[in-house]
């Protein structure tokens, strides 16, 4: 059986706002993922190092500040060459979306995204599908 | 289709809601009169009669010089006290030159580095009349000395000066996240402007206890009181311990408290818990009436606001404050319709005014005191209530109360379970939202939102300031001002003493919290 899938919930950036990411983080594991949490006040390179130190398949984003631009193009560049895509969550408007894409991040997830397509999207991107819960 | 029939009418905080209710179900239910004791149905004899609320919306963005003119712009529209936003850098203690601070400058609220900040900000604002509130935590103490320092600038001694610190350091670890320090030092400096506040700024609320948050983080409308007077008991203690007796301490806190939701389940919350915190208070001693009384400021809450079919996120604000007035709140604040893509436009912030001076002014909720007393239904919900909250507070007892609950992660796991499960209901469209899991338009093209601009070079401006700053200033005075805020921080003496002659002599927001730190440590977040 393969490994579950094992994906990074980060905070980056100075903003406190964990409800969003804590949902996202048990969401996850009930479709049977592996999560790695990185509590609040993450600096982009820490949230590099945790990545790679933890070897995800998938590095997740929570940003309500409205820094997601400089703070994803900090983590970006920190992943690049790794093959961790990254996916963002929070306050984003709509216009923001092309530079996030521009910079490497290839989805974005807002208030009150459907849990299902989150975790779909994490399996197909990361080209397989986790053990379902009732199968471990 | 009515949804209701055919299946129980349970609100969040566990209470079952009868089709009708009767005499029978308020037998031996006395509410009393407003302005008396358990003050049940409002603090003052006549409510809004005498005095609406205090109209308050949270605003700061950019520069000093920016956020100056948004207030001048709220005055002038009628809005009677001033709620400041500061940015995340000085909400975490960073200044904006510091590296940590990149792309945040400005960005969520007003950038503070030093004192003369602060008295741009006010320019031209008497801060002896204007009441405001300060939305500041871990540097709480900063931001009251240069509060306070800039009204003595204005020829407003600190004695006259009208003000709210947030300075709810304990709901931070819960939820918003802007703390520094851990739990204990935390605690200490909250005691320390209590003290300071209670002596030499009677008109200075000290602490804004915020259960406003722990409702965002997951807590039912019951939690939210329960936990909210955990925290307020953690204060009172720890400032009565410094010696401050429990009527001066109890006059310094205010409440801070969420509004979305049920109404009626979050009116007889606020009735409920001004009759609790009553009791709470005089339990500890306390001897005069005012020191009961549940001063607060309800927040229409952003956790009840969509960001599909934002406009009808106008029409929620205006059910909250409906819901706050109902309640009884003494200031008000909305969130406003598009807050689900950036902080407020001008216009989102305006159009929240005016729901509330439409409310105040236009169909007479002013009119008369506590107009819902006696409603069977609502008097029978704020008894319910109360058993609700007092069941809470055991809950939180049993986790041994809220600095170790804090500490060892489990309040802040028990929130985020809750509002997990409440995202599934709202998600399986158990819990119903308009526009989200009702009358959902099907293919609707996302709408086309104005959002609040952010400029990178207001931040290159601020750290230009900062630089000339610290070459004008005398660094002799700086480093001794800062060392003997170090040393005060070591021992046990009141701090505020120390900070106001360090914010005077211009030192920077991220000296003072960066000495603090040196001697306190930082906060060790509990794993999730």
């Known amino acids: 059986m393969p490994r579950p899938l094992r994906v990074l919930v980060a905070k980056p950036g100075l903003d406190g706002h964990d409800k969003g990411a804590k949902v996202v983080v048990q969401v996850l594991r009930d479709a049977g993922m592996e ?4 509590g609040l006040h993450a600096s982009p390179e820490a949230v590099v190092k945790a990545a790679v130190e933890e070897d995800v398949d998938v590095v997740g984003l929570s940003i309500l500040s409205g820094a997601h631009l400089p703070l994803c193009r900090r983590v970006c560049e920190g992943l690049r060459g790794t093959g961790k895509p990254v996916v963002l969550g929070g306050v984003v408007p709509q216009q923001d979306e092309e530079g996030l894409r521009a910079l490497g991040v290839e989805a974005v997830f807002r208030m009150g995204a459907p849990f299902q397509e989150i975790v779909e999207w994490i399996r197909r991107r990361a080209g397989r599908s986790s053990p379902s819960p009732a199968l471990k | 289709m009515d949804p209701s029939q055919g299946r129980k009418v349970v609100t969040e905080s566990g209470i079952e809601i009868k089709p009708v209710y009767t005499a029978a179900d308020v037998a031996g239910l006395d509410p009393g009169r407003p302005g008396e004791f358990p003050f049940t149905r409002g603090i003052h004899p006549e409510m809004y009669r005498k005095q609406p609320w205090t109209m308050r919306q949270y605003a700061g963005f950019g520069t000093p010089e920016q956020t100056n003119e948004r207030f001048r712009a709220l005055i002038a529209h009628g809005q009677n006290a001033l709620n400041v936003a500061f940015d995340l850098p000085t909400q975490l203690g960073l200044d904006s030159d510091d590296p940590r601070a990149e792309g945040e400058v400005g960005r969520v609220g007003m950038a503070v580095d030093t004192l003369d900040d602060m008295e741009r900000a006010f320019e031209g604002i008497p801060l002896g009349k204007v009441s405001t509130a300060l939305t500041i935590n871990a540097p709480a103490l900063v931001l009251l000395a240069m509060h306070l320092a800039a009204a003595e600038a204005q020829g407003v001694p600190a004695a006259d000066v009208r003000g709210t610190l947030q300075n709810d350091i304990l709901k931070e670890f819960i939820g918003r996240g802007a703390w520094i320090y851990p739990a204990a030092p935390s605690v200490r400096l909250v005691a320390d402007s209590i003290e300071y506040c209670a002596k030499s700024a009677p008109r200075y609320n000290a602490v804004s206890v915020c259960g406003y948050h722990l409702r965002e983080s997951g807590a039912t409308p019951a939690e939210e009181m329960a936990l909210a007077f955990g925290i307020a008991r953690t204060y009172i203690e720890a400032a ?13 806190i205010t409440f801070n408290l969420n509004v ?20 709470i208070v005089r339990a500890y001693g306390a001897k005069e009436a005012k020191s009961a009384q549940l001063r607060m400021l309800a927040g229409g809450g952003g956790g009840g606001l969509t960001i599909e079919e934002p406009e009808n996120n106008i029409v929620r604000g205006a059910y909250y404050a409906l819901a706050a007035a109902l309640g009884g709140a003494q200031t008000m604040a909305l969130c406003c319709y598009d807050e689900a893509y950036s902080i407020p436009t001008e216009k989102a912030s305006l159009l929240s005014l005016r729901t509330m001076q ?3 002014e236009e169909v007479g909720l002013c009119d008369t005191a506590d107009p819902l007393g006696g409603s069977y239904f609502v008097e029978a919900l704020t008894a319910e209530m109360e058993k609700r909250i007092l069941e809470a507070e055991g809950e939180l007892r049993a986790l041994g109360g809220m600095v170790r609950a804090i500490e060892e992660g489990t309040i802040q796991r028990k929130l985020a379970r809750q509002a997990y499960e409440s995202e599934k209901r709202l998600r399986s469209g158990e819990a119903p939202k308009i526009g989200v899991n009702r009358h959902v338009v099907e293919g609707a093209p996302a709408p086309a939102m104005a959002t609040h601009p952010y400029d990178p070079s207001w931040a290159e401006k601020k750290v230009k300031e900062l630089k000339s700053l610290r070459a004008r200033r005398s660094s002799d005075a700086v480093g001794a001002a800062v060392d003997a805020v170090k040393r005060a921080a070591a021992g046990t003496e009141n701090l505020v003493p120390p900070i106001l002659a360090a914010v005077k002599a211009r030192a920077t927001v991220g000296e003072i919290c960066g000495a603090l730190k040196e001697v306190f440590g930082e906060f ?3 794993r999730f």
């Open chain 1, 35 to 38: 999560v790695v949490y990185t």
């Open chain 2, 240 to 252: 009565t311990a410094r010696g401050v007796a429990v009527d001066e301490v109890a006059g310094k």
């Open chain 2, 260 to 279: 979305f939701g049920n109404l009626w389940e979050q009116v007889a919350k606020f009735r409920a818990g001004r009759k609790r915190w009553a009791a």
């Open chain 2, 358 to 360: 439409i409310l105040a």
């Open chain 2, 524 to 526: 060790r977040e509990p």
